[in-house]
């Protein structure tokens, strides 16, 4: 884990010990490098691009970007998913769960199902 220099700009990599060696590129990014990997193959590392220096969290091929109103990079992750950032200082960012719309919509019918279930016995 870490990063190289290719022939044009610096990437991220990740070396398995069964030897598979795979490339990190944040997509519109001018450089990637890779810090942090938990159990689970998620991976955090910085990029670059024109606005400036980001963390990212890499799950599956899905790139996360990690903002703060300085420049950040993110340097370690557990398997809770909690994130080590770092820049001006060090912080620990803890993932929050947020329901997708799909989700809040199932939430609703249940709840007014389960309204309409007690008006009918009152």
Do not use: C, K, W
Not at 5 to 24: E, N
Not at 41 to 65: A, E, M, P, W, Y
Not at 82 to 106: D, H, K, M, W
Request: net charge neutral.
């Amino acid at each position: 884990m870490g990063y190289y220099f290719g022939a044009t700009r610096p990437y991220g990599f990740l070396y398995r010990s069964d030897g598979t060696f795979t490339t990190i590129n944040v997509p519109g990014s001018l450089s990637t490098a890779a810090f942090g990997i938990n159990n689970y193959g998620d991976i955090v590392g910085s990029f670059t691009d024109n606005s400036g220096q980001h963390g990212f969290l890499d799950r599956d091929g899905v790139f996360t970007t990690l903002n703060a109103p300085l420049p950040l990079s993110a340097s370690a992750i557990n398997d809770s998913g909690q994130i080590i950032l770092t820049g001006t200082g060090s912080y620990l960012a803890t993932p929050v769960t947020v329901p997708e719309p799909r989700s809040l919509a199932l939430v609703f019918i249940a709840l007014a199902g389960f309204a309409g279930l007690i008006r009918a016995r009152i």
